[in-house]
Nanobody
Framework: QVQLVESGGGLVQPGGSLRLSCAAS????????MGWYRQAPGKQRELVAG???????KYTDSVKGRFTISRDNAKSTVYLQMNSLKPEDTAVYYC???????????????WGQGTQVLISS
């Protein structure tokens, strides 16, 4: 059973940056796709960014050009660099491990506890 621990959230002003980290344990990290989801109050959880075993990435349209997902297999950690943050990026951000190497396997429910991101002036 994989354990995922997110960190790096906080309060920043619009236009600012944050880097989220997710440390995984209990699985062979390098063979799985990893992703970041977010859930804002009153909204469904959505996939923000994903990275496959091979390093292919995908992003939801609203964050393209502003967010970057990356992974360090040696540290069993996935990162989400978030730049040019907007108030609508406010949400709890969750890390997810897929059930296979492909991006299509994300969303099966191996969630971490989440980290709160609040964008406000």
């Amino acid at each position: 059973q994989v354990q995922l621990v997110e960190s790096g959230g906080g309060l920043v002003q619009p236009g600012g940056s944050l880097r989220l980290s997710c440390a995984a344990s209990g699985s062979i990290f390098s063979i799985y796709a990893m992703g970041w989801y977010r859930q804002a109050p009153g909204k469904q959880r959505e996939l923000v960014a994903g990275i496959s075993r091979g390093g292919n990435t995908k992003y939801t349209d609203s964050v393209k050009g502003r967010f970057t997902i990356s992974r360090d297999n040696a540290k069993s950690t996935v990162y989400l660099q978030m730049n040019s943050l907007k108030p609508e990026d406010t949400a709890v951000y969750y890390c997810d491990q897929g059930t296979s190497a492909s991006l299509g396997s994300l969303g099966a429910g191996s969630w971490g506890q989440g980290t709160q991101v609040l964008i406000s002036s």
